[in-house]
């Protein structure tokens, strides 16, 4: 059984366009662990530290702008990366020495990533735009 890919769409937005390219880098990057892992490849520990370390990036990125935006949510927002970052990790282990569940792994970030944009992440858009208009 294949694992299908992570569809990027416009309701994913949080119009905010730095933030929208980073959420398509992750989509990509997910995408191209699908790939990884329905063809056995060898590349994906490799590529999942990819991904993990663009997690972290992003993350830095993003609570940057929240606090530059006077988000009021930053610090909560915070605490669901850090503890996004902890179940993420979680994976390595059993990534790395191939025992992972990879259907476990794919609907953990494709869930988190559709749930976090669409919860937390819009929230912030929503600011951000109000202190534009």
């Known amino acids: 059984m ?25 989509v990509d990057k997910i995408n191209k662990l699908v790939v990884d ?35 009021p949510g930053l610090d909560t927002h915070k605490v669901i990366h850090k503890q996004l970052l902890e179940k993420v990790g979680s994976f390595d282990g059993s990534i790395k020495d191939g025992s992972v569940d990879k259907f476990a792994l794919m609907n953990f970030l ?5 749930s976090h944009i669409m919860g937390i992440d819009m929230k912030y858009g929503e600011h951000a735009n109000k202190g534009a208009a």
């Open 110 to 114: 494709k869930m988190w990533l559709r």
């Open 2 to 26: 294949k694992i299908d890919n992570f569809v990027w769409t416009d309701e994913l937005s949080v119009g905010v366009n730095e933030m929208d390219d980073q959420h398509k880098v992750l």
């Open 37 to 71: 892992l329905n063809d056995d490849s060898p590349n994906v520990y490799g590529d999942f530290q990819d991904l993990a370390g663009f997690v972290v990036k992003h993350f830095e990125d993003e609570e940057a702008f929240m606090e530059k935006s006077g988000y």
